[in-house]
Structures are given as structure tokens and as C-alpha cells.
Nanobody, 127 residues
Framework: QVHLVESGGGLVQAGGSLSLSCAAS????????MGWFRQTPGNEREFVAA????????YYTDSVKGRFTVSRYNAKNTLDLQMNSLKPEDTAVYYC????????????????????WGQGTQVTVSS
């Protein structure tokens, strides 16, 4: 069972950048497809980006395309999310998530497809 811990959140002005990282332990990282989701109070968890186990395919929600980049380093068991040109509407708690690459439960763009979650890290973008 993989354990996930996010880091890198914080407060940034609109137009700025932040880099989030997710450290995985307790499992073979390359066996997992990975995703980033975010959540604001009173709302459901929203898909942000995902990356397949090899890093060969990435997915993004439309609102972050061209601004966010997801990447992974299997040798270091880490998942990153580089966020540029941040907007106030990007303010949320960001979560990383994992699911076994053999799983076929839904697309990687849905929260229900992921089995393992980190505790989240707060990102606040001021206007």
C-alpha cells in the first residue's frame, strides 16, 4: 500500500508560480498511475492533472492547460506539479492520488478511480 505526502503549497500572488511535490513510500512507485486533484470548501474534489505510470501520457483539465505541468521521477518516488501563471481561482487544497496501473476503474480524470490519497496541501493565490 502506497503512502503519499504532499508538500510545496503556500501563498502566492496572481501570476506567480508554485511547485508541488508528492513523495510516495511503501510501494513500488512505477506500479501506479498518479493524479493531482483540488478541492475548495463545499465542493467536490476536482481533477487537475494525471500521469501514467511511465510518464508517457499526461492529462489536464482545460482550465490549467498551458499553465500547469505534471511530471514524475520514478527513481525518486516523486510526483510534481509545476503551476505557473496562477489565478485566484486556483486557490484550493491540492491532493495527490495513486492507483495501480492494472486498475481499470474509470478514467484517470475522476477521483473515484484512485485508491490512495495524500493529506493535501493548501495553495492560496491572492489577487
Amino acid at each position: 500500500q502506497v503512502h503519499l505526502v504532499e508538500s510545496g503549497g503556500g501563498l502566492v500572488q496572481a501570476g506567480g508560480s508554485l511547485s508541488l511535490s508528492c513523495a510516495a513510500s511503501g510501494g513500488t512507485f512505477s506500479l501506479y498511475n498518479m493524479g493531482w486533484f483540488r478541492q475548495t470548501p463545499g465542493n467536490e474534489r476536482e481533477f487537475v492533472a494525471a500521469i501514467t505510470w511511465s510518464g508517457g501520457t499526461t492529462y489536464y483539465t482545460d482550465s490549467v492547460k498551458g499553465r500547469f505541468t505534471v511530471s514524475r521521477y520514478n527513481a525518486k518516488n516523486t510526483l510534481d506539479l509545476q503551476m505557473n501563471s496562477l489565478k485566484p481561482e486556483d486557490t484550493a487544497v491540492y491532493y495527490c492520488a495513486a492507483r495501480l496501473r492494472s486498475s481499470t476503474i474509470g478514467p484517470l480524470t475522476t477521483a473515484n478511480a484512485f485508491n490512495y490519497w495524500g493529506q493535501g496541501t493548501q495553495v492560496t493565490v491572492s489577487s
